[in-house]
């Protein structure tokens, strides 16, 4: 499905996407919320109330997000990853100290924005304006490293979380972005510098003409085709984002053991391998917007499934369908915007969507949690948003012709 003489053409292009796309995971809610126990039991915070704190300090990543973001258009990507590691570094180590709500507020507030944000944003941003013709490709390559973190990084704390404290597992993440990651981004970003100067423009694989008329930031906002797709790509964001922020308390009410839930989390990252390969040639054939109806729908039965059972190979099953929904929403987002306005602003575009889908990953822990604190359960609010999903994959498919069909921006 890869062809092999892609991977040796671009394949320091493709190894930095994997790269930031797998160092996001240090600021991804499903690592973050493996030790949410340890840190409310540390703190003295109730579930709702570290969910409202983990809101403020991912809704306030999202809002800067909007202008940092931007600086994706202007400054090259691999000195920008360099630059985010860093600072993802330098967070993983104050979330290792904090001692005080505010220390974790702000230890927070740059995990979000360095990992879920800045990477994430940088990964996807590079492979749609860097590849045209094999675009598709290219975003399923660089999304595997998403799956390679969910495979790896929950294992691995639960492991460590037996032989040490939460904190000194922290301190390790931190020393690890700064011993791998960054030297591992260095080298590569070098190779691609070089690649620039030394490769003809016309390479396959590499991305030099636009295929449609770009539009800017403001263009898009006064497009009605981007207000009519928001609510349906939010939507698998805000659930598995407030499903794995409460994993623990899932884990707890289902009575399954939390190394147990942590073994299924492999399933997660092989479907969504899986499903990104697929949609990736999928994308490079028919484009992402044929994919919109398609991709909510394992995630619709998955709720389903939670809400009706509590055996862990229900456990396993959810993983899997969460996991395909994941897959097909990363490729969804990493084309859809390049395929509807062009690559020209794609770095300020993508800033504002990643910014309204980091505000959907900020309310749903909290709502979650303060609904917990109410007395409504996981299992009703698992079916509240499988009727969400259901209709918003309904309103994805009466969309399409308009979506599928080239639009030059108004004047």
Not at 119 to 135: G, I, N, Q, V, Y
Not at 203 to 232: N, Q
Not at 297 to 309: D, K, Q, R, W
Not at 365 to 387: H, K, Y
Request: aromatic share 10%.
């Amino acid at each position: 499905m890869i062809p092999i003489d892609f991977l040796r053409r671009a394949s320091p292009e493709l190894g930095l996407g994997f790269l930031l796309a797998f160092g996001s995971s240090v600021g991804q809610t499903y690592f973050i919320s493996l030790f949410s126990g340890e840190i409310r039991a540390d703190l003295g915070l109730s579930h709702g109330n570290f969910g409202v704190l983990y809101t403020v300090a991912t809704l306030a990543s999202g809002l800067l997000l909007l202008w940092l973001g931007k600086t994706a258009d202007h400054i090259e990507i691999p000195t920008l990853g360099i630059i985010t590691l860093l600072a993802l570094a330098g967070f993983a180590a104050l979330l290792a100290n904090a001692t005080t709500l505010l220390m974790l507020c702000v230890a927070l507030f740059g995990l979000r924005l360095c990992g879920q944000g800045m990477l994430s944003h940088l990964s996807m941003t590079a492979m749609a304006r860097w590849f045209d013709k094999e675009r598709g490709r290219a975003l399923s390559i660089a999304v595997l490293g998403y799956p390679a973190g969910e495979a790896v990084f929950p294992l691995l704390a639960a492991l460590m979380l037996t032989l040490m404290t939460w904190r000194e597992v922290w301190t390790s993440a931190s020393f690890g972005v700064l011993v791998v990651m960054i030297p591992s981004s260095w080298i590569l970003g070098r190779m691609i510098s070089a690649r620039r100067l030394d490769e003809t423009a016309s390479a396959d694989s590499i991305k030099s003409v636009p295929m449609r008329a770009s539009w800017t930031r403001r263009e898009v906002l006064r497009d009605a085709r981007f207000y009519a797709v928001l609510p349906g790509l939010m939507a698998p964001p805000f659930i598995i984002t407030g499903v794995l922020f409460h994993q623990v308390h899932l884990v707890e009410t289902k009575k399954w053991a939390l190394a147990e839930f942590a073994a299924c989390y492999p399933l997660y990252a092989l479907s969504a391998t899986v499903t990104a390969l697929v949609c990736g040639w999928f994308v490079d054939r028919f484009g992402a917007a044929r994919l919109l109806p398609i991709y909510l729908i394992p995630l619709g039965c998955g709720l389903v499934l939670m809400a009706m059972t509590n055996t862990l190979t229900s456990a396993a099953l959810f993983m899997v369908l969460m996991g395909a929904t994941a897959g097909g929403a990363t490729i969804v987002l990493g084309a859809l915007w390049a395929e509807l306005y062009g690559t020209d602003h794609l770095g300020s575009i993508r800033s504002l969507s990643i910014a309204l889908l980091v505000l959907a990953t900020a309310i749903s822990p909290g709502l979650m949690g303060q609904l917990l604190d109410a007395g409504i359960q996981l299992e009703t609010q698992f079916v509240v948003m499988a009727v969400y999903v259901a209709a918003c994959a309904i309103i994805f498919a009466v969309l399409l012709p308009g979506l599928a069909t080239e639009k030059s921006p108004s004047p």
